[in-house]
């Protein structure tokens, strides 16, 4: 999951920030028109009234470090695809040896890109796959270059970072619900066209005209986070057309947006505990203690910065808000995140915000001249809002917030009020939770972490479960996602099924950090 921001949105796109990686956007043009044919032999669905769309093939240009780049068009609205066509960006990375297909990456969200993602390869696969399939990075409708959605201004998006997501009285409430509704007001005023669009049902069926247009006859997807998820749609509505396929950092289709901020709340209280007994390990430990000791010295701090912000050097305040979040963030990732944070608490403890803000900013994709590279904060909530209709009230929302605080102290209130601004969405949901089976598809592979704080161990178990071919691999350790992460065994166990089709059930990898 992304954001976990001031009236705080559920996240998913943080593992790009662990691998430490920001790489430079591709400029792509408005929608193509539609090009030759691919061959006879790829599937194309029938009576769909599709078929120019499903002729494409892509017109692949240089774009820099052995990439190549190019733009697809799809249907605005799948229910009218004659009315108008948006851009998909695409870059490739071919193989190295000799190529067995398209490797399709995403890597969550939703919001994520994936042009950014394909082009930091070497941090997010290994050698094995890299050799031995094309590497295939979009950016999903209405995110980073493929026909944008637009909400909110940089400074609007400052201040939504920033502001209070544990209001305690009526008028912090107040301004939590107007900024919820600038949010909702913002897409709607800023991105009339698409903003009733960007649902993963619809980014799912883009994602059937890439792989016809790469000319491959079956989907090869690796995705990650919120990237199971599209993934997982995609195999529900095209089963048969599943080649191999990973979902890793699994979400359970059937939870509504209330029971996955909740199950958040959890998983990241537990990674706070984790991260707490395993900090006195460490010679940079800011700890005194361990245990509830710890968990208090750091739950102290954010009651501080609620009374009492500090100031930045370019003249923000440094909230609780934004002193969540780079807690938040950093529990995404034992190695680096973990090792962060301690040195992020160290100064923030002194009153220095500077460490953390960094870190916030680097999550949040915000530039040193206060402009943001990516649209993925208005993003994630355009495709929330509209994959699920749980809608809470204002005064749900207060007794939720209550609720979660009593069995997740510190992360359960902001997860609460993350989701009130789906409650002003302009716009109906178009989908709804759901079990997701993919009758008829071959071996599907759900890669689980035990301790994974943003999507729950027993959210994979769950989606393994329902899915008819589904085998689950678990991690036994810490962090959002398992593969590529320092697990020999998990890498082997994925890279043997993208090259074989085969998994074994029950494996449990225990080897990495």
């Not at 509209?386 to 204002?394: F, I, V």
């Not at 609720?403 to 178009?430: D, I, V």
Request: proline share 5%.
């Amino acid at each position: 999951m992304r954001k976990f921001t001031a009236t705080i949105t559920a996240l998913f796109l943080l593992v790009l920030v662990t691998l430490g990686y920001r790489t430079a956007k591709t400029s792509t043009s408005n929608a193509s028109p539609m090009a030759t044919a691919p061959a006879t032999s790829i599937p194309v669905p029938s009576g769909t009234g599709l078929d120019g769309y499903y002729k494409q093939t892509l017109n692949w240009k240089d774009c820099k470090e052995g990439f190549q780049c190019s733009t697809l068009s799809v249907p605005l609205d799948y229910a009218n695809p004659a009315a108008r066509a948006i851009s998909i960006s695409v870059v490739r990375l071919k193989a190295t040896g000799t190529s067995h297909g398209s490797l399709v990456v995403n890597p969550g969200g939703p919001g994520g890109s994936g042009i950014e993602y394909a082009r930091a390869a070497q941090y997010i696969m290994t050698k094995t796959l890299l050799e031995n399939f094309d590497l295939v990075g979009f950016d999903p409708r209405g995110v980073g270059t493929s026909t944008p959605v637009h909400c909110l201004s940089a400074k609007q998006t400052d201040e939504f970072i920033a502001a209070d997501g544990s209001p305690d009285n009526q008028a912090e409430i107040d301004i939590s619900v107007a900024l919820s509704k600038e949010l909702a007001d913002g897409c709607a005023t800023n991105s009339r066209d698409i903003y009733a669009f960007l649902d993963t049902v619809s980014a799912a069926r883009d994602v059937d005209i890439l792989r016809a247009a790469l000319g491959d006859k079956k989907l090869n997807w690796f995705g990650k986070s919120y990237g199971t998820f599209l993934g997982a749609t995609y195999a529900d509505l095209f089963p048969t057309l599943v080649g191999r396929m990973m979902l890793d950092g699994a979400i359970d289709p059937t939870l509504s947006n209330e029971e996955m901020s909740k199950g958040q709340a959890l998983g990241f209280e537990n990674a706070l505990h984790r991260f707490v007994n395993d900090c006195p390990k460490h010679n940079d430990c800011p700890l005194k203690a361990a245990g509830d000791a710890g968990i208090k010295e750091i739950s102290d701090f954010l009651i501080y910065l609620d009374a009492n912000p500090g100031k930045l050097a370019d003249g923000r305040d440094f909230t609780q808000a934004m002193g969540v979040l780079g807690v938040v963030g950093s529990l995404y990732d034992k190695v680096y995140g973990w090792a962060e944070l301690r040195t992020n608490l160290a100064t923030a403890f002194k009153h220095d915000y500077s460490a953390l803000a960094t870190s916030v900013d680097l999550y949040t994709s915000r530039n040193k001249n206060g402009t943001y590279s990516d649209n993925s904060n208005d993003a994630i909530s355009a495709v929330n809002c509209l994959d699920r209709p749980d809608r809470a009230t204002e005064a749900q929302t207060i007794s939720l917030a209550k609720a979660w605080k009593l069995e997740a102290p510190n992360f359960g209130e902001y997860l609460a009020w993350g989701n009130l601004g789906c409650t002003y969405w302009q716009t109906p949901a178009t989908g709804a939770p759901k079990k997701i089976s993919a009758p008829g598809s071959p071996t599907i592979l759900v890669v689980g972490t035990i301790n994974d704080p943003a999507t729950p161990y027993v959210w994979a178990k769950a989606l393994a479960s329902q899915l008819s071919k589904g085998v689950l691999l678990t991690f036994n350790g810490d962090g959002h996602t398992a593969y590529f992460q320092g697990s020999k065994c998990i890498d082997k166990a994925v890279d043997n099924y993208f090259l074989t089709g085969n998994i074994a059930a029950g494996i449990t990898c225990t080897d990495g950090p």
